[in-house]
Every structure is written in structure tokens, then in C-alpha cells.
């Protein structure tokens, strides 16, 4: 007999001489000692302590000018704390009062460790459901939860998912610029840092230069548009021409092909601002420069266009940036309309749903592109990994690139080597929150401008 069948053996009578016991103490009416244990210490907690949630907080922070909202749940074990990424930066003030006046008073009492049913308790506890105030809300709370169970197991939360499939996440840069030439410029800085996915867009490079058609949204005038001029709209208001951005984007990708060649992977976001026929036309001139995604080719509003649009081109596509609920990538995604799930993990409610859209997604051979902008905390940023590291069908993931001051507040922090995305092995989510540092820059209620207009100030939807 082995070593290990002689400790099984072992095992199994002083389970069995334990069961005797309790069965003999219970004829002769004593109590039964292992019994009261196991109500105070369920199975499922594997003999950790039984433990409460004692208090939601909210921390806000804007250290590079985006709002970032993180809710930190509190509780009864000392020292024990999760937190989650909350960051709905447009309406952040919103989400605060959301966290401190509901959340709060749902949560005080309740078991931390059962994360799918305070999940589902609060997703439908306001009984209206979908909005991303809430949304937002609930994935900090979820968000905050897989962090205390993976403290609690000692383990990373990739490791709860299922453990990892990669041994990092392949991410793409962000290559910008005012002209295609400068766009194949930034290319190549990208190519000369490991990167072997890029995203190009031309035009406004940050999210408040809207002057210039918004990120990727090239195709302005020099002058004043025609509604400035008439002293229609708001001064901050961006002008776009959709026909000059319909134009400019297959004479970027030639420039870019042509100067970078074929070893790099390009992708193109459409940002949703243009009409389905207009994209369709576009989207044909792109096939030959083989994209490996044109991200969110219609507006919400024009969903009922995909399956035309899946059928007059052969581009990939990403989408589901502006989706709120789980329900919304069921069809398009079993109708195979698009290629990447793109999903803004905040804006969905958390790692749960988006755990199982994932899974979704293997089966009908879709992979996931989790958004990852700048108005996502490193917190958000790290739980998006974690995903991507544990799901078999991970597609690439939005590169991200952190500020002194943000690392400052958030240590453990995912960092960025050769184009792949690494989270560190800190049990949980991996990241902390120095509140102090965090209150040096508070929130603030000048959102980006998402206010962008046609040459006569007709709104485009973003
Ligand atoms: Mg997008």
C-alpha cells in the first residue's frame, strides 16, 4: 500500500469513527459538537470563518482628468476588503449616489461569498434594470466580491475562472495621428515596442481634441463648419464630415499596409458614427488590407441592419461597446453577425455576466475584446485580464498604459511588456487602493464631449 491509499484509509475511518459518534451522541442526547460547527461554518466555505459584509464605500478619483469610481466592500473580518471598478466617467456622480444611498443599505449583512446571488438579487432589486448608473454600481459590488473570494482562497481571480489558457493577454496599441503618414508613424513606434496589433485612426488623438472629428473621426475643415458660422450649437461641439472619414480610412490603411507591411495586425473603430450603407461601401475597400477587426460599424439604433452588413463583407467585426445587458449579445452573436465581443465590462455589471458571454462566445466561435479605454480604473483594467487570461476563446485586449499618479493611488497594477497585458499574483484582483493619494484629485463634472455634429448641426450618434 502507497502512501497516499494509506492516508486515504486513514482519512476514511476517522470519518467514519466521526459519524459513529455523533450518530451514538445523538441516541443517547448529547449535543452534537460537529453539527453546531458545520451551521456556523457551511460546507461551501471550506472552513473559513463565516463573514459579512460590513460596509460599501465609495472612492472616487480623477488623476489624469477621467473620473474613476471604485467601490470598496468592507467587511467583518478585519483587514479584509474587495474592490471593483465602478467607472461610468460621463455620469460618475450619479454611480456615487447610487453605491452610498442603495447599494450600501442592500449589501450591510449579506454574505460576501455568494457573488451569483447578490448578483441577481440587485440586478433586479430597483425591478427597472439596464441602465448603466446601475450596471456601473452592481460591477463595482461584483467586481469587488471575485477580489474577496480570491483573498479568501489565496488565489488570483483567474485562477477562480478556470485558470489561465495564456501565459499573458495579447493587447493592441493605439496608433494615431493627424495625417495617414503620421498614423503609419505611430505604427512603427508601436511595432519597435513588441506590439503586433494596432488600432489606426486619424484624426482628433484624444478624447477631448474633438476639434478634429474625435479620436479616429478625421474629416473636418479647417474653418469654422457651417453651423458655427450660423451660431447653431455650442462652442465645444465637434464637427465631423462622415464623407471626408468614409474617404479617408482605406487611403490610411494602403499608407499603413505599404510603410508596415504584413506583419502587423490592424483594426479600425468606426465609433458607430456613420450610416450602414456608407459603412458597407467602406468596409469592402478595407478587405484587401485584411483587418483583424472594424470595431462597432452601427449605432444601437441600427442593429437591424447587421445581417446585411454581414453579408456584403467579409471584415471582421467587434461590437457590444455600448450594449447594457447580457440579453443584447444573444442574437446577433447566435446569428454570427459579429467576430469580437466588445464588451465594456463595467457597463454590463460585471465578471459574472461577462463570464457568460464568454463562454457563449466559445461555442459559436466568437472571441472576446474587452473594452479598455482610459475611463476604466486600473481595477477594471486587472479584472479584464483576469477574463481574458482564464477564457479559452480570449480574441486581444485594448492595450492600457497607466500615469505615475494613477500607479501612485493603485498599486499592483496590471503593467504592459511586448504587447501583452500582465496582472501580477496577489491573491483576488491583484490591485490596491491608497486612498489618500486618491483624494488629491477629485472628481469632477466636465464630461468629454460627445456632442458631435454634421456640417448643418444635425447630432451624430456616437
Ligand atoms: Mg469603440
Redesign the pocket.
Known sequence: MNKEEGSFSSDRRNFMKRVTTGSAAALIGLPLIESAEKQVSPAYSKGLPPLKIKNIKVISTAPDGLNLIVVKVETSEPGLYGLGCATFTQRAFTVITAIEKYMNEFCVGRDPDNIEDMWQAFYVSSYWRNGPVLNNALCGLDQALWDIKGKRANMPVYQLLGGKCRFAVECYGHASGPTPEEVADSVQKFMAAGFRNVRIQQGGTTLMNFQHGGYGGAGSTAGQPDYAKAGFGMPADTFMDDQAYLRSVPVMFDIVRKRCGEEIEILH?I?ERCQPMDVINMCRKLEQYRPLFI??PLSPENTHWWKQMRESTTVPFAMG?LFNNVNEFIQPMVNHYFDYI?IHVSQIGGITPAMKIARLGEWLNIKTAW?GPGDVSPVGHAANAHIDLAVWNFGIQEAVSFSEKTLAIFPGSPTMKNGYMHVNEAPGLGVDLNEKEAAKFPINNKAPGWTVRKKDGTIIRP
Do not use: A, I, T, V
Open positions: 473603430d465609433h470595431e462597432d461597446e466588445r473594452h
